[in-house]
């Protein structure tokens, strides 16, 4: 996916994005970082078309984004939903098959062999006749995860994916979103924490009031002073034995 100056604003509003340019390597998990407001979900929304640029281009695999029919562009983009109660009297593989539908007819009958590998990938085959509203924020998660996947899409968008996870499935859902960034799967998240987001992407893009004020690798962007800067508080990088670079938030002193 990539960017040219890209600009947005929605209506009526001052702030907005302006001039966004630059890429989300193919097969590579790419977080996007930044302060409250800075417009890290905005920009996710441009990527799934839930908005449209007022200027510039987004495309995707050369193409325009805005060319894809509805049909087509479900079959290319999935976005990892957050909990909503619309869905809680829906069984697991009720909701899993929903997002077979970019391939059938609205109406079809999506057989169960077709989410069976969707089921297994997210640990829901046991759970796959619950209904939603019986499960943990967790398990919901993997729910959402699930149908996702079942879209078969190049690139997977999630906004804040941890928010309903203990540290352990953190860790097991980084660690399934960098599989299927090996598999080919171009993985674009936001997470607020910028420690998790340094150890698990490949690369990063650092927004601030609606700018891109950096982007590259962790590597590239484990600088204290640009942090700081973007994020508007004092940081220090210190070195954690066995662990490495930690990015520290420094108190304030009087
Ligand atoms: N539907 C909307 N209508 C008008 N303004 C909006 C809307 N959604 C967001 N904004 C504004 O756009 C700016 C960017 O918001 P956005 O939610 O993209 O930021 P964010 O970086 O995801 O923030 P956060 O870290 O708080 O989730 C903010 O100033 C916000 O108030």
Redesign the pocket.
Known sequence: MELQQVRFR????A???AELTGTFPPGKVTT?I????????????LLSRQLQADQGSITLGNKALTSYSAKQLAQQVAVVSQRHELYDDMTVAAVVKMGRLPYHGLFATVPDEEIAAYLEQTQLTDLADEHLQNLSGGQQQRVWLAMALAQEPRVLLL??PTTYLDVHYQQVLMTQLRRLAQQGLTVIQ?L?DINQAFAVSDWLWL?RA?KLVATGTPAQLRQAKLLAQAFATPIEIVEVPRLGPYIVQVPATD
């Open positions: 929605y209506p009526g509003q702030t907005g994005l996007i930044g302060p409250n407001g800075a417009g890290k979900s905005t920009l996710l929304k906004d804040e936001v607020h927004l609606g």
